[in-house]
């Protein structure tokens, strides 16, 4: 591990391949070559283990039956392809990497930090196919989801023992559905996080002061989010934060006066924290006192290099780490002063020489932990009574996560159009989470890395905007590097951009409740692959560049430089109705005009929100 980013290579010296099966009764089958027995199968209801039967044999490849051009999507959260057909997909968390485009001019410039088509902070090993089965890998070891034979689905495992878990449905609708289900529904996001924009701020004390243009701008306001609340560490890579999770008086006095004010006019404040502590801080000592770290070989603490700073990580596996995590600083450090929530950041680090407090193999837990992380958050929220009312939000994750992160963030896109590290990413990231029980998805408005020379545009900014707004959250970022960045009140242009598209975020507050409380009861995510409810369309099966919002909104945002239209494919068998000019559109493909302040909607002028959307426009003009 470097930052976050992974060398992986195995060396396997022997290979066997089933060529016959016997069957021992009606739940075993035993898989034989020339040579002998060499695993077991075992079934049950919607369920099959394998097992190895070779001593010294400790990988599994299991083949699962496919259909020529049956689609196959899943992998957890993936950034360049929602469709997988073709392809690889290593499951393991790691950070995703800047320069993923290949030969792309970031990939030579950021050496170790260079991410590829199927790094993602949030993987999962289960698929799903249009002939709407689905299947989940029910292990935390390295895995890989290889769809390369168009007649075969194969996980590779690294374990002599998995469990494969079998869905199948009538429709994706259905099978979202069950996966939903399995792994555990978020609960509903709370009226404050759906009414109005949360704006990103990391200016010390000088935000609050900052925080009041975007109101007299007109900006409908639900929060102010300032992850420097805890003070600022400067490095090469940008303005970093201090990873000490207490509030930093120097930076923000009396924090606590200021959040009740805030809250009495309806604004939420909102912090950050994630699971190290740096080793100059004061609650490194604490935790050194409590034996809550991981440990290295030599039963050490295990120090990391975050880039230019050390930190130690809390060992999850230890249940006296989780409860002192949750109740000192979740709690008492940020709930007990009125904090609405946070960014629940990292959780990928967890390095292959960890040595854990339960005695649990750190190549197995490594994709554990972001689950991990994930239920140490939720604790903390539960044991303030505040669960469906304060927000956390995570860009890791791995199975079960689901069951306790009640949103997820797209993690830290380029400021660029860039097609595998750019702002379409944040499309095929929400909507390939939500196929595996992740409801809720937003991004940072705007972007957030900045390297070598490459800042925002204005062009970026308010296409960025367009987009957030038809998201369940809208949250803007400063970024890494703020003070070398366009930001939403540099200029009058972009501080009235943002204040209308947070308008129509707000107006749209009935029909996401609505989305809500369909997510809670059936498991739909709020922004859906357009093959969800038109099932029966091939051409829909890749489209990753527009998503439907709900059943009732189709949004097709721009996410190309320079683009003043685009082509727009709508399902169905009735027409959709343009957003902007009221214009009804036959289903089929369509280049559609899409300016600024303009891009792509439409909604079903049957919906019962048909009213609502219909007066969205005016929202823009006041």
């Known amino acids: 591990m470097h930052l976050g980013n992974f060398s992986i290579a195995d060396s396997p010296s022997d290979s066997r391949a089933a060529a016959g099966f016997d069957v021992v009764d009606d739940r075993r089958v035993v898989l034989h070559d020339a040579h002998g027995a060499i695993a077991e199968l075992e079934f049950g209801a919607g369920r099959l283990a394998v097992r190895t039967l070779v001593a010294g044999h400790d990988r599994l490849a299991v083949s699962f039956h496919a259909e020529p051009g049956e689609?196959?999507?899943?992998?957890?959260?993936?950034?360049?392809?929602?469709?997988?057909?073709?392809?690889?997909?290593?499951?393991?968390?790691?950070?995703?990497?800047?320069?993923?485009?290949?030969?792309?001019?970031?990939?030579?410039?950021?050496?170790?930090?260079?991410?590829?088509?199927?790094?993602?902070?949030?993987?999962?090993?289960?698929?799903?196919?249009?002939?709407?089965?689905?299947?989940?890998?029910?292990?935390s070891a390295y895995s890989?989801?290889?769809?390369?034979?168009?007649?075969?689905?194969?996980?590779?495992?690294?374990?002599?023992?998995?469990t494969f878990e079998l869905y199948a449905d009538q429709s994706p609708a259905g099978l979202v559905g069950q996966l939903s289900a399995r792994f555990g529904r978020q609960p509903p996001?709370?009226?404050?996080?759906?009414?109005?924009?949360?704006?990103?701020l990391k200016d010390g004390a000088s935000s609050f002061a900052r925080l009041e243009r975007?109101?007299?701008?007109?900006?409908?306001?639900?929060?102010?989010?300032?992850?420097?609340?805890?003070?600022?560490?400067?490095?090469?890579?940008?303005?970093?934060?201090?990873w000490d999770w207490r509030r930093s008086e120097q930076r923000y006095p009396d924090l606590p006066g200021k959040i009740a004010e805030l809250k009495a006019r309806g604004i939420r404040f909102l912090a950050y924290a994630n699971p190290y502590l740096a080793i100059d801080g004061l609650l490194y000592e604490e935790g050194l006192d409590g034996d809550h770290y991981v440990k290295d070989a030599r039963g050490s603490v295990l120090l990391t290099d975050f880039g230019e700073f050390?930190?130690?990580?809390?060992?999850?596996?230890?249940?006296?780490?989780?409860?002192?995590?949750?109740?000192?600083?979740?709690?008492?450090?940020?709930?007990?002063?009125?904090?609405?929530?946070?960014?629940?950041?990292?959780?990928?680090?967890?390095?292959?020489?960890?040595?854990?407090?339960?005695?649990?193999?750190?190549l197995a837990a490594h994709n554990r932990y972001p689950a991990l992380w994930a239920q140490v958050n939720a604790r903390a929220v539960a044991s303030r009574g505040q669960t469906g009312e304060a927000v956390f939000f995570m860009r890791s994750g791995f199975t079960g996560a689901q069951a306790h992160c009640p949103l997820l963030w797209a993690g830290d896109q380029s400021v660029d159009f860039s097609r595998h590290d750019g702002i379409g990413t944040v499309i095929t990231a929400a909507l390939s989470a939500g196929l595996v029980g992740n409801a809720y998805s937003h991004s940072d408005c705007g972007g957030y890395t900045s390297l070598h020379g490459k800042v925002r545009s204005a062009q970026l900014m308010r296409r960025w905007c367009e987009m957030a707004a038809f998201a369940p959250f809208m949250r803007s970022h400063e970024g890494n590097r703020p003070d070398e960045n366009l930001q939403y009140d540099s200029s009058a242009e972009l501080l009235d951009c943002f204040a209308r598209w947070s308008r129509v975020h707000a107006r749209l507050a009935p029909y996401v409740r609505h989305l809500c409380t369909e997510a809670a009861a059936l498991g739909l995510p709020v922004q859906r692959p357009l093959f969800l409810h038109y099932p029966d369309e091939p051409a829909l099966w890749?489209?990753?560049?527009?998503?439907?919002?709900?059943?009732?909104?189709?949004?097709?945002?721009?996410?190309?430089?320079?683009?003043?239209?685009?082509?727009?494919?709508?399902?169905?068998?009735?027409p959709w109705r343009h957003l902007w000019t009221g214009a009804d559109y036959p289903p089929g493909r369509h280049t559609v005009t899409a300016p600024l302040d303009a891009p792509p909607v439409f909604y079903r002028p049957d919906s019962t929100f048909a009213a609502l959307f219909a007066a969205l426009p005016e929202a823009l003009t006041r």
Request: with cysteine.
């Open 71 to 139: 689609a196959v999507w899943g992998g957890g959260e993936q950034f360049s392809y929602l469709a997988l057909n073709g392809r690889r997909f290593p499951m393991w968390t790691s950070e995703p990497g800047v320069g993923r485009e290949p030969n792309a001019p970031q990939a030579a410039l950021t050496g170790h930090a260079t991410g590829d088509y199927w790094t993602t902070n949030f993987p999962q090993p289960t698929f799903l196919t249009s002939r709407w089965l689905a299947c989940h890998c029910a292990a």
């Open 144 to 162: 890989v989801l290889d769809f390369t034979d168009p007649l075969s689905h194969r996980v590779e495992v690294w374990s002599d023992t998995v």
């Open 189 to 200: 996001l709370p009226d404050w996080a759906i009414g109005g924009a949360v704006v990103g």
């Open 214 to 242: 975007f109101i007299a701008a007109g900006a409908a306001i639900a929060g102010i989010w300032c992850e420097d609340w805890a003070g600022i560490r400067e490095t090469s890579f940008g303005r970093r934060l201090f």
């Open 310 to 362: 050390t930190c130690a990580t809390l060992d999850f596996t230890r249940e006296a780490t989780c409860a002192w995590f949750a109740e000192r600083v979740l709690g008492k450090e940020m709930l007990d002063i009125g904090v609405a929530g946070w960014m629940a950041d990292f959780g990928e680090y967890l390095p292959p020489e960890a040595r854990l407090a339960d005695g649990s193999d750190p």
């Open 542 to 574: 890749t489209v990753q560049d527009a998503f439907l919002y709900g059943a009732d909104m189709l949004v097709a945002p721009v996410i190309e430089e320079n683009v003043t239209e685009r082509d727009v494919l709508l399902p169905g068998g009735t």
